[in-house]
């Protein structure tokens, strides 16, 4: 389903991805840990193309593409590639003009050009899948940021997309609203979505994915199941970022 | 105050009345509209820094900025003929306001749409929009709800500006007044009245800007 190969990205001087490979197959999970700066969320979002590789190939669903000797893929290329991508973001970014059914509603009726009844009875269906059900006239800020980042999960899959990205979903939440995200989270992962998420939940790391991959200085440190990755790893960056977090979370 | 002055501020009521409602407002809605948009072509040209249109565009805001808006007006009205290019007074108010509200308005319309969060941007590409999309239905309608008391504000200006338009024979209400008075040697009661209707109207223009505010207050941009 998803194909990296030596991708590299740099903002100015500054190299984030220094050449990272990674595979993943059709309904798997893929858990992206490391510190911050290590390059995670650049990654992920290279993969919808909000950053633009400066070189490497990317291959999606059946997007193909190349960015080697400064290519850029052209604007259908990038539009077909983010329609068949969900992106889930840190701090939710839901339209606040627009209540929650109407921001899952959105993308269905602009890019996807379905009639508004039909995107209308589609996004209650994913309202309720995220158990939102009553809350669909609900603006924004009337929302508890679980609540937010769960429509922001029913917006992302509203356009039947092949892979789901989370960009840290639940750093910006309340330790006690996190559950009920992960909880939706998980059961997309059940349900056989594939699925790449950056976060700092080791937890979900362990239970969900199906490979872990951990980054550091824009490079891939160990990648592998979470059981190794998370328990020995062989790196000794890598042992390092994750005693670091057991010890937070003591 | 004798029955003579009264019977003279009621004898100019209606012609003034009228100036405004023929002249005055059509030229401040025309303007304002046609200024709109052209601020939102010129503020998205400077943005998104499109070549050649965007040096032309800052060069435009510059020079409108720049110079007196009566200085426009006499070089539309008065200078542009000499080389051959004539109007009657009405187009030629409302090409010299149009083009002045445009340039002050871009920065207004400019500062708005840079006031919506990147991440708004970033959420509607995700969805597969493009960018005229993204921007029409999801950044406009935040930058408009920000934008609505500096529009107000210059939307406001622009009515008492018209009056400018005295100036190169437009028959709108101050040029009414000032006819009235020199006919009655009234100047204080005459002035003071059309000073009333211009007051009228922008308290009116107000009460609108409230209304609209409050309209667009339903969500709350974080």
Same mark, same amino acid.
């Given at each position: ?36 700066? %290590?390059?995670?969320?650049? &990654? $992920?979002?290279?993969?919808? *193309?909000?950053?633009?590789?400066? +070189?490497?190939?990317?291959? =999606? ?59 209308? %009875?589609?996004?209650?269906? &994913? $309202?309720?899948?995220?158990? *939102?059900?009553?809350?669909?006239? +609900?603006?924004?800020?009337? =929302? ?107 | ?222």
């Amino acid at each position: 389903m998803i194909e990296i190969r030596n991708l590299h990205k740099s903002f100015g001087s500054l190299e984030v991805l220094k050449g990272v490979n990674l595979s993943l197959e059709k309904g798997k999970v893929l858990v992206i840990i490391g510190p911050s700066g %290590s390059g995670k969320t650049t &990654l $992920l979002r290279c993969m919808n *193309l909000l950053e633009m590789p400066n +070189a490497g190939s990317l291959k =999606l669903g059946d997007s193909n593409l190349s960015f080697d000797g400064g290519r850029k893929p052209g604007k259908k290329d990038v539009l077909k590639l983010r329609q068949n991508t969900g992106m889930v973001f840190q701090s939710y970014n839901l339209f606040p003009h627009k209540t929650a059914i109407e921001n899952v509603m959105e993308a269905q009726v602009v890019v996807q050009k379905r009639s508004k009844e039909e995107a209308r %009875s589609r996004s209650a269906e &994913l $309202l309720a899948k995220v158990g *939102l059900s009553g809350k669909e006239d +609900a603006y924004p800020h009337e =929302l508890s940021g679980g609540q937010q980042q769960r429509v922001g999960i029913a917006r992302a899959l509203a356009t039947n997309p092949e892979v789901m990205l989370f960009d840290e979903p639940t750093s910006a939440l309340d330790p006690e609203l996190v559950g009920e995200v992960l909880k939706v989270m998980k059961q997309l992962a059940a349900e056989g979505m594939t699925m790449v998420v950056v976060t700092h939940e080791m937890k979900f790391a362990a239970e969900a994915a199906d490979t872990v991959v951990l980054m550091g200085d824009g490079v891939i440190l160990e990648q592998g199941p979470p059981a190794q990755v998370l328990n020995r790893p062989s790196d000794g960056r890598a042992a390092e970022f994750l005693n670091l977090l057991t010890e937070k979370e003591r | 105050m004798d029955d003579r002055k009264i019977q003279i501020l009621i004898d100019s009521l209606w012609p003034m009345i009228k100036a405004g409602l023929q002249f005055t407002i059509p030229l401040t809605l025309i303007a304002f509209a046609l200024g709109l948009v052209l601020a939102i072509v010129v503020a998205l040209v400077r943005l998104w820094k499109i070549p050649v249109l965007s040096q032309i565009a800052g060069i435009y805001v510059w020079i409108i900025r720049g110079t007196p808006l009566l200085v426009q007006l006499f070089i539309i009205f008065y200078g542009l003929p000499t080389i051959g290019i004539k109007f009657d007074p009405f187009m030629a108010a409302i090409i010299g306001f149009t083009l002045n509200m445009g340039a002050y308005n871009s920065e207004i319309v400019r500062a708005a749409i840079q006031s919506i969060s990147k991440g708004q941007w970033e959420a509607a590409y995700s969805l597969g929009m493009t960018r005229g999309e993204a921007l029409r239905r999801i950044v406009l309608p935040q930058a408009t709800r920000v934008s609505v008391p500096p529009l107000s504000n210059s939307f406001i200006s622009l009515v008492k500006d018209t009056s400018l338009a005295y100036t190169i024979t437009v028959v709108e209400m101050f040029q009414v007044s000032k006819q009235v008075s020199a006919v009655t040697y009234e100047p204080l009661l005459i002035y003071c009245e059309v000073a009333v209707l211009y007051l009228v109207l922008c308290t009116v223009l107000n009460a609108l800007q409230n209304v609209m505010e409050k309209r667009l207050a339903r969500f709350s941009t974080r």
